[in-house]
């Protein structure tokens, strides 16, 4: 059974940075894409980045520039360093994977992990 388990989320002030983490088990993610997505209270998820199989690397328009995702294809971890981080980027954010590349859909990712809060408030 697939599992995403995600770490790092907390607490920090306007302009800090947080690395969020998520370890993946129960299958070979070697054809994977893996990503990010995260909510805000009364919004819809949104897709924050991705990474494939071949390590080619998306992101949102609001957050390009100041996160980065990286994996790492031999312990099945994907990591998301977010800098600069604004209020705006306030929610739980999601790690994600599916066969095939990255999508900015939520409901074509097959597998989700629990989620893991962040807040930037000073």
């Known amino acids: 059974q697939v599992q995403l388990v995600e770490s790092g989320g907390g607490q920090i002030q306007p302009g800090g940075s947080l690395r969020l983490s998520c370890a993946a088990s129960?299958?070979?993610?070697?054809?994977?894409?893996m990503g990010w997505f995260r909510q805000a209270p009364g919004k819809e998820r949104e897709f924050v980045a991705g990474?494939?199989?071949?390590?080619?690397?998306y992101y949102s328009d609001s957050v390009r520039g100041r996160f980065s995702i990286s994996r790492d294809h031999a312990k099945n971890i994907q990591n998301l360093q977010m800098n600069d981080l604004k209020p705006e980027d306030t929610a739980v954010y999601f790690c994600?994977?599916?066969?095939?590349?990255?999508?900015?859909?939520?409901?074509?990712?097959?597998?989700w992990g629990q989620g893991t809060q962040v807040t930037v408030s000073s």
């Open positions: 994600v994977t599916r066969r095939g590349v990255p999508q900015t859909s939520a409901s074509l990712w097959d597998y």
């Open positions: 990474v494939s199989f071949k390590d080619s690397v």
């Open positions: 129960g299958r070979s993610f070697g054809l994977d894409a």
